[in-house]
């Protein structure tokens, strides 16, 4: 996980307070869709020949820091990701991404991440039990549209 404290703290990586964001975790679901494909939806997009489903771990949270977002609500959605996706040079440069809110939902910004879908259980089991704080690494300050480069999460909100 990004949370080496002896990580240099000039970098705008994992250490680094550039572009970092704690967030309170306030609430979590695992939310599922499961429907019919519509007609124009490409053949391989669609699962079983002609359903679309969608599964992910949907998170209401209020930023701790930095000190000029804090308090501001913010929702985070987590889709899982099969091992054939690819990352680095060759594939995704980042693993999510940061837009402005939703005045509807009431949120200052909204968190798209991704998670190896193997990963999925032991992370609703620590939601559920002791994960309180997420961290967010960006490559801008939210609420602007920015790549998120890492993120990890905690027990302590250190």
Not at 113 to 130: F, G, K, N, R, Y
Request: with cysteine; charged share 15%; net charge negative.
């Amino acid at each position: 996980m990004p949370t080496d404290p002896g990580a240099d703290p000039t970098s705008n990586g994992p250490g680094s307070s550039d572009n970092r964001l704690l967030i309170e975790i306030l609430s979590w679901d695992w939310a599922l869709h499961v429907g019919m494909a519509p007609g124009a939806m490409p053949a391989e997009h669609r699962y079983q020949g002609g359903l679309i489903h969608s599964r992910g771990l949907d998170i209401t949270g209020q930023v701790i820091t930095p000190d000029v977002s804090q308090g501001q609500t913010v929702r985070i959605w987590i889709a899982p990701f099969a091992p054939d996706l690819d990352f680095g040079p060759d594939g995704l440069s980042d693993v999510g991404q940061c837009h402005p809110g939703n005045q509807r939902r009431g949120t200052a910004f909204e968190v798209s991440l991704m998670l190896p879908q193997d990963a999925l259980p032991a992370a609703i089991t620590c939601l559920s039990t002791i994960w309180k704080y997420l961290h967010l690494w960006t490559t801008e300050p939210p609420p602007h549209e920015a790549r998120v480069t890492d993120f990890a999460f905690s027990r302590q909100n250190d």
